[in-house]
């Protein structure tokens, strides 16, 4: 029995004693390796500065309009007489082809009524010409012969003797020739005729409405020479010039492409834009009135330059470049500015500049230089 129970305190012993040993290596804090510092490097993206002369383009947009372009009004009244539907937009016409014919049959009458009166006039002094003025009495009687109630009135026949003049006054015969030609000028404005070779792209009117003075008639224009009015700033406007050569282009045919001129700088800048304005005359059988195209014209060229994206500058005068790994920010001058880009001066070739300044960027910043994928 006594044996028994000493095996089993020894058991009992040795289960403390491997707990104790058990816990006490459990308890026994582990050495952990020290952790590497990494320092915390931006990576920075570049491109490297290869001056040149780099031609600066102005764009901006406008409208075509004719250059021979005329808008129609009427200075008489009358009824419109019928044309044959001539008087419509699209219509072309010769030079000398009547536009519109307003019925004139009343100022037609007078017209002719004033003439004869007029020669009556002249017959009437023919006998005191011939004897008082024999030495002009041959060209006033060949004058009179030609004369004719049905057609358009003549000058009358030159006269440098003031005493012939004054009789000529007095008898009304200046007098009734203005008054005469004057009426010729009233009777032909019944008439609207083309000045030009050229289409209508507006008709107001039509056969059979009464036309009043200074009613808009339509416009007609000469659809081969445009001009197209755009605009800007004041400080590029001073480097153009008339005669340059300006690129159009229209939206969605990128492949059409027309080459006008500056026709006409405008000398001064628009108070609410503080925009300038300038034309530019372009041809071409393809082009159409109120088209919009955009206008592309050299504005000037700025040597030892570099262009870069707008994202790369600071405060609009300086940028990071990349020396020994490390930025050091350098001073530049910027000379022209474009939606996305700038054209600065004031580096050297070969200088690797940010292409994109990082947040925190300062001067002395260690930076690693992207090098892209192998």
Request: hydrophobic share 40%; charged share 25%.
């Amino acid at each position: 029995m006594k044996k028994r129970q000493v095996i089993i305190i020894a058991l009992a012993v040795a289960i403390l004693a491997i707990g104790k040993v058990t816990k006490d290596f459990m308890a026994a804090p582990k050495e952990r390796a020290a952790k590497e510092f990494k320092e915390n490097i931006t990576t920075v993206f570049i491109t490297t500065v290869e001056n040149d002369s780099i031609p600066v383009f102005v764009q901006s947009t406008g409208a075509l309009e004719a250059l021979k372009r005329i808008e129609l009004y009427s200075e008489v009244q009358g009824l419109m007489e019928a044309d044959n539907g001539r008087f419509k937009a699209g219509n072309s016409f010769k030079r000398g082809d009547v536009l519109i014919r307003i019925r004139s049959n009343d100022q037609q009458a007078q017209l002719f009524s004033q003439r004869s009166s007029f020669q009556s006039t002249l017959m009437s002094v023919m006998p005191d010409l011939k004897a008082d003025y024999a030495d002009e009495f041959p060209k006033w009687n060949e004058y009179m012969k030609n004369f004719s109630v049905e057609k358009s009135t003549v000058n009358l026949p030159e006269v440098k003797a003031e005493k012939l003049k004054s009789f000529l006054v007095g008898r009304g015969i200046y007098s009734g020739f203005h008054s005469l030609k004057n009426l010729e000028i009233i009777n032909r404005k019944y008439n609207l005729v083309a000045p030009y070779d050229g289409a209508l792209i507006t008709a107001n009117v039509d056969p059979g409405t009464v036309v009043r003075p200074g009613q808009a008639l339509g416009v007609f224009i000469q659809p081969k020479v445009y001009e197209l009015e755009t605009s800007v700033d004041a400080i590029t406007a001073e480097r153009l010039k008339v005669g340059q050569k300006v690129e159009l282009t229209m939206d969605g045919l990128s492949s059409k492409k027309w080459i006008g001129e500056i026709s006409r700088l405008v000398k001064a800048i628009d108070k609410s834009s503080q925009m300038s304005t300038f034309f530019v005359s372009v041809s071409g059988n393809d082009l159409k009135e109120g088209m919009f195209l955009k206008a592309k014209v050299k504005a000037k060229e700025i040597v030892d330059a570099f262009e870069i994206s707008r994202a790369s500058l600071v405060d609009n005068n300086q940028v990071y470049i990349v020396e020994d790994s490390m930025l050091v920010l350098k001073s530049i001058t910027t000379e022209y500015f474009s939606q996305t880009t700038a054209v600065i001066t004031g580096l050297t070739n070969g200088q690797q500049v940010l292409t994109k300044v990082p947040p925190a960027a300062f001067d002395g910043m260690k930076v690693i230089v992207y090098k892209g994928k192998n």
